[in-house]
């Protein structure tokens, strides 16, 4: 255990600096997982490896001379008719089953796109270098990567788009009204199939962005999906479903927590304190749940 | 019927025992086979009798490997300076060493998994539906993770298992995995088949089709599925203790706590076969270990992409599985009435 945080004050600012700017992108992804799973009741386990797609895509852009930081514009597009096509080929035929089918399908899905990204991408670690240089805060003693930076209001400029698209368009109500019962919306005349098909496309888009971001801040690697998705799942239960103002917040507290236990516990641990974190917030939220069940009994 | 059935295990006991001597170039194989069996039939409890469809019973296979591995080093040698010396050997194991170790690391290996399974039941089998699913997922991650960061059992590097003694005789290692790892086979069937003969499965049935209903009808749901996991934890930490001494070599998330493969193979193997049967999940652990063998061997590298496809296909058109197929096409063989009149009508109506 290194305690170095606790000797070094300054290390708890750039931590919760860094957890905020990281946890605005998790909540992007959120934000997407929270869309799909209100309208389709689907949870999408290959939603990290759409992000890490995305992420690819930069990355390529970055290789053939375009500045990365474009990508954000590039790959929310290309991603947004690979998650159409995914609804036409797979998802559309889990909508209206059990859970765990859905869930065990997009697990396929998220082991085939590994694999298949290992095949086309190699397996090595890469980074889209923007070059955006850094900002030195405090007399120096913390680091603010501009990319960073431009990352957060990148993600808070697609999200606040999104919610006004949401409130504002055609197809932003009849997502909502289908989200509030597909049935009732069928026979007013909304084609589901549609809404379905555009708001897993949505979502994959979201993922393109924040993929883009990903590989221009941090790195990216074919196997690194399965945390984002656990990290985005994480953020929906804890906000709950549709909480907005929520999942900014959840996400944000989540960015800092792991920042914290980087320090705390050291890096090898990180990943595994964000898959035990979820698991003991279902444990805490099943104990909360069954309290509130005896007092109904 | 009865008969039939006992010609039918004596058949598969006799070919069990001279599988080795009648196929010596697959003892190997045929091991993995019945531990992926073993895998298949523990899911199966949860999974296809309870509803409780868990991706982190890897955990429990994992937890197996390392103590078996821990208890038959520590038992004879300082732990940390044998997984430090990693592959270069300062201690050799004799055997009467070696077979102590292994006796009481399965030992082990079984009975602190249904402890631990026990201990945090609990909390988890409160959870229902894709939150239980994702709740074990994250389970087998997080242990997966968090082990490969412990110092005295290897860390990254990993954790290479005490060699069978007398080595250079490969003849007698394979021989030794295969009847042990057929001993564990046939203990788990048993214990399976004559858990599933009494009330108990009833029970877990109910908990499937309504937990609510089966709590108002006075079961003690939360018992049963404590239990239920329990059983699953103690044979799949049996069959990962062993698959450690088969394999040779423990790392974190590649061997122990592999989710990628045994954690998904065991759900894959239940539902080719059929879950919430009883040969549904032997059948389908055999096909897909063909299967497997198959593909790992002639198409190198694309396994993993053949295996996407294969969960998507499998979920999308087959979620019942052989069995399931089966027994919707000759419901008579599985002592269903069917009324010919009714049938007729079904056709019609298709």
Not at chain 2, 149 to 177: D, K, Y
Not at chain 2, 218 to 247: D, E, N, R
Not at chain 2, 253 to 275: C, N, P, Q, S, W
Not at chain 2, 276 to 282: A, S
Request: hydrophobic share 55%; aromatic share 14%; with cysteine.
């Amino acid at each position: 255990m290194d305690l170095l945080i606790f000797q070094v004050p300054i290390l708890m600012v750039q931590a919760s600096l860094d957890g905020i700017l990281l946890g605005i992108l998790f909540a992007l992804i959120a934000y997407g997982m929270a869309l799909q799973w209100g309208v389709m009741n689907i949870i999408n386990i290959a939603q990290g490896d759409l992000v890490i797609l995305g992420g690819y895509i930069a990355y390529f852009m970055y290789l053939s001379g375009i500045h990365p930081a474009l990508g954000v514009i590039v790959a929310p597009v290309i991603m947004y008719f690979v998650g159409v096509g995914l609804y036409k080929l797979v998802i559309n035929k889990v909508v209206d089953r059990d859970l765990f089918i859905s869930i065990l399908a997009t697990f396929g899905i998220s082991i085939l796109f590994m694999q298949l990204m290992n095949f086309a991408f190699g397996a090595d670690v890469v980074l889209a270098n923007s070059e955006f240089g850094t900002t030195m805060l405090f007399n120096n003693s913390v680091t603010l990567p501009n990319s960073k930076l431009f990352s957060a209001i990148i993600s808070i400029i697609f999200a606040i788009g999104l919610v006004v698209y949401m409130k504002k368009s055609k197809l932003g109500r009849a997502i909502r009204a289908t989200a509030q019962n597909a049935r009732a919306a069928k026979i007013l005349g909304v084609d589901t199939e549609k809404v379905y098909a555009a708001t897993f496309g949505i979502n994959a888009a979201l993922c393109g962005v924040a993929g883009a971001l990903v590989a221009i801040t941090f790195t990216i690697h074919p196997y690194m999906g399965l945390p984002y998705t656990i990290r985005s799942f994480m953020i929906v239960i804890i906000a709950g479903l549709g909480n907005l103002p929520g999942v900014a917040v959840s996400g944000m507290g989540l960015g800092v927590f792991e920042e914290f236990a980087d320090y705390i516990l050291g890096t090898e641990f990180r990943i595994g304190s964000v898959f035990l974190l979820l698991v003991l917030i279902l444990v805490y939220r099943r104990f909360k749940l069954s309290k509130k069940r005896e007092y109904l009994k | 019927m009865k008969n039939n059935n006992i010609i039918l295990y004596a058949a598969i006991l006799i070919f069990g025992v001279l599988a080795p001597f009648m196929l010596p170039a697959f003892k190997v194989q045929l091991s993995i086979l019945c531990i992926l069996i073993v895998l298949a039939l523990t899911w199966n409890i949860q999974g296809g009798e309870m509803g409780y469809n868990s991706f982190g019973n890897i955990l429990f296979y994992g937890l197996g490997m390392y103590i078996c591995a821990s208890v038959q080093v520590g038992m004879f040698f300082p732990l940390s300076e044998w997984t430090e010396s990693g592959g270069e050997k300062t201690f050799v194991h004799s055997p009467t060493q070696f077979f102590q170790g292994m006796a009481f690391g399965l030992l082990a290996a079984a009975i602190i998994p249904t402890m631990v399974a026990g201990l945090i039941g609990y909390a988890i089998l409160g959870l229902r539906g894709h939150y239980f699913a994702i709740c074990t997922l994250g389970l087998g991650v997080a242990a997966g993770e968090i082990s490969g960061g412990i110092e005295i059992i290897g860390a990254g590097q990993g954790f290479t298992t005490p060699p069978f003694p007398e080595t250079g005789n490969l003849e007698s290692r394979g021989q030794f995995f295969y009847f042990l790892s057929f001993l564990v086979l046939v203990l788990t069937f048993v214990a399976v088949k004559s858990v599933y003969s009494t009330r108990f499965k009833l029970v877990l049935n109910a908990i499937r089709d309504n937990e609510d209903k089966a709590e108002a009808m006075g079961i003690q749901t939360m018992k049963y599925k404590i239990i239920g996991w329990m059983i699953s934890a103690f044979f799949c930490g049996l069959a990962g203790g062993i698959m450690g001494g088969l394999v040779g070599y423990i790392d974190s998330t590649d061997v122990a706590f592999d989710g990628r493969e045994m954690g998904v193979f065991m759900v894959l193997m239940a539902i080719l076969g059929g879950k919430g049967t009883l040969w549904g999940p032997v059948i389908g652990a055999t096909l897909f270990h063909l299967f497997k063998e198959g593909f790992w061997t002639y198409f190198l590298g694309w396994q993993y992409v053949a295996l996407g496809v294969l969960i998507v296909v499998i979920v999308i058109y087959f979620p019942e599985g052989l069995m399931g197929w089966l027994r919707e096409k000759y419901p008579e063989r599985f002592g269903e009435v069917v009324d010919e009149a009714d049938r007729k009508a079904q056709v019609e109506l298709k």
